[in-house]
C-alpha cells in the first residue's frame, strides 16, 4: 500500500477551542463536547449529546468550534502527558453544540483526507509517539502547542482506501457503542423492576396481581419511619452481608482477574480475593460509587468487598444502597472515607425470603444479559485496537463490502 505523507496542517484547518464551562449573560446558550467526551470515545455522537453540559458563547466561537459530522477533535491539554492528543470522530451533526476548552478541532480538506481515517490514524502508536516526544510543559501541566498539531506527520493511502479503512473501523465502533446502549436500557429496566417490587411495593401478589395497588395490607414501620407490606420487616445491611477489606495489588503480576478501586476497573492481575456475587463499597474515594460483580476479582484496599450471608439477596442489596449519599458519612478528615460499622448499620427494607427468591429469578436473566454485552463490547474493542495497525502498515486489507453499513 502506497502511503504520502503529509503535515496535517497542509490537508486540514485546526481550531483551537477556547470556550469554557460558564454561562454568561448576553451570549448564546450553547452545549459543550468537553475533553472528557473526547478522551473516552472513539466517536462523538447524538445519543453521546445527551448528557453534554450547559454554557454560553460568543458568536465568533460558535463559528469557529461548532462540530460537525466529518470532524475530528482533539485533547491538547491535561496533567498528564498520556491524556493529550487523544482523537475522536464526530460521527453525526449537531444543532449548537462546540468543543470545549482544552481542545482542538480539525477540518478535513475532504479531496485529500478522510474523517474517520484521520481518527484512526491519530489512534496508531505512530501519533501516540509524535505527541509524547513534541508535548511541552512539565510537572503540573503538558500541552500540545499550535505548531505542533500543525506538524503532526500523517500518512494517507488513497482516498479509497482511507474511506475503506476508517468505515470499517467505524463500524467496529458503532457496534460497541450499540451494546453500551443496550447495556444502559438493560440497567433502567432492571432499576425499575427493583422500584416497582421494594420502592411503590406492587411486587405481584398470590394472584399475579400488584400487591400495594391492589390494596394489599400495609403497616406502619418505625424505624424505617414508611409503611411496608405487613409481612415484612426492618434489618441493617449486616443481617445480608459480611463486610471485607481490600489488599493491596501491586504485587500481584498480570492476568485475567479484574482489580477494582473505588473508580472501577483498575488492571487485571493473576490472582483474586474472592470468586461470587459481592458488592463493592468504596472505604477511601468516590464513596458513593458501589459496584455489583458476580465473577473472581481483586479489590484494593480502599475497597471493601462482601461476602453475602443471605440467598438470592445480592442485587437487591446493591440497588437498596446505591442511591445513598454515603459522602454525609464521610469520617475524614481529608480524602472522604468509610468506616464497615457506618455501613454494617445501614438500615433496610427485609422482604420474605420468598419475595426476593423470586426477584433474583427474573432479574438475573438481565443481568446476564448486561454481562454477556460487556464482554462482546471488550472483544469488539480488542478486535478494533489490534486491526487498526495492520490496517496502517499495509499487512491487512480492507473487503469492501465489509467496510460498508
Given at each position: 500500500?502506497?502511503?504520502?505523507?503529509?503535515?496535517?496542517?497542509?490537508?486540514?484547518?485546526?481550531?483551537?477551542?477556547?470556550?469554557?464551562?460558564?454561562?454568561?449573560?448576553?451570549e448564546t446558550p450553547v452545549r459543550l463536547c468537553n475533553f472528557v467526551d473526547v478522551y473516552r470515545n472513539w466517536a462523538i455522537t447524538q445519543k453521546l449529546s445527551e448528557n453534554?453540559?450547559?454554557?454560553?458563547?460568543?458568536?465568533?466561537?460558535?463559528?469557529?468550534?461548532?462540530?460537525?459530522?466529518?470532524?475530528?477533535?482533539?485533547?491538547?491539554?491535561?496533567?498528564?502527558?498520556?491524556?493529550?492528543?487523544?482523537?475522536?470522530y464526530i460521527a453525526d451533526d449537531f444543532d449548537n453544540v462546540l468543543l470545549g476548552y482544552h481542545c482542538a478541532l480539525i477540518t478535513p480538506n475532504d479531496d485529500v483526507l478522510d474523517g474517520k481515517y484521520?481518527?484512526?490514524?491519530?489512534?496508531t502508536r505512530y501519533i501516540q509517539k509524535y505527541f509524547e516526544n513534541n508535548a511541552s510543559g512539565s510537572g503540573q501541566r503538558y500541552t500540545l502547542s499550535n505548531e505542533t498539531i500543525f506538524q503532526i506527520p500523517i500518512l494517507l493511502p488513497s482516498l479509497e482506501v482511507q474511506k475503506a479503512i476508517g468505515n470499517l473501523l467505524s463500524n467496529i465502533d458503532r457496534k460497541i457503542e450499540l451494546n453500551r446502549q443496550i447495556n444502559d436500557n438493560l440497567?433502567?429496566?432492571?432499576?425499575?423492576?427493583?422500584?416497582?417490587?421494594?420502592?411503590?411495593?406492587?411486587?405481584?401478589?398470590?394472584?399475579?396481581?400488584?400487591?400495594?395497588?391492589?390494596?394489599g395490607a400495609m403497616v406502619w414501620n418505625e424505624k424505617l419511619k414508611r409503611e411496608i407490606p405487613k409481612e415484612w420487616d426492618n434489618c441493617t445491611l449486616e443481617y445480608?452481608?459480611?463486610?471485607?477489606?481490600g489488599r493491596d495489588h501491586k504485587h500481584l503480576g498480570n492476568g485475567i482477574y479484574p482489580v477494582y478501586g473505588s473508580g472501577g476497573e483498575i488492571r487485571k492481575v493473576d490472582s483474586f480475593i474472592y470468586s461470587g456475587e459481592s458488592i463493592l463499597m468504596p472505604r477511601k474515594g468516590s464513596l458513593n460509587n458501589i459496584m455489583y460483580v458476580n465473577d473472581a476479582f481483586w479489590s484494593v484496599d480502599t475497597m471493601f468487598y462482601s461476602e453475602m450471608k443471605q440467598p438470592h439477596c445480592a442485587k437487591y442489596v446493591f440497588y437498596s444502597i446505591k442511591d445513598i449519599d454515603?459522602?454525609?458519612?464521610?469520617?475524614?478528615?481529608?480524602?472522604?472515607?468509610?468506616?464497615?460499622?457506618?455501613?454494617?448499620?445501614i438500615l433496610l427494607v427485609k422482604p420474605d425470603a420468598d419475595s426476593l427468591a423470586k426477584f433474583d429469578e427474573i432479574i438475573t436473566p438481565l443481568f446476564l444479559m448486561i454481562k454477556k454485552n460487556e464482554m462482546q463490547i471488550v472483544e469488539l474493542t480488542k478486535q478494533r485496537d489490534d486491526l487498526l495497525p495492520l490496517l496502517m502498515n499495509g499487512q491487512a486489507s480492507v473487503n469492501y463490502h465489509l467496510s460498508h453499513d
Open positions: 500500500m502506497e502511503l504520502k505523507k503529509y503535515k496535517l496542517g497542509d490537508i486540514a484547518k485546526i481550531e483551537i477551542s477556547g470556550v469554557d464551562k460558564k454561562s454568561v449573560d448576553g453534554f453540559m450547559i454554557a454560553s458563547a460568543k458568536e465568533t466561537e460558535i463559528a469557529k468550534c461548532s462540530i460537525h459530522k466529518g470532524k475530528v477533535a482533539i485533547t491538547k491539554d491535561s496533567e498528564t502527558r498520556d491524556d493529550i492528543g487523544i482523537p475522536a484521520l481518527n484512526a490514524f491519530m489512534h440497567e433502567k429496566m432492571a432499576k425499575q423492576l427493583y422500584d416497582y417490587w421494594f420502592v411503590q411495593f406492587d411486587f405481584p401478589n398470590e394472584n399475579g396481581r400488584p400487591y400495594k395497588s391492589s390494596g445480608y452481608l459480611i463486610i471485607k477489606n454515603f459522602t454525609r458519612w464521610d469520617s475524614g478528615t481529608g480524602v472522604p472515607s468509610m468506616t464497615s460499622s457506618t455501613l454494617y448499620s
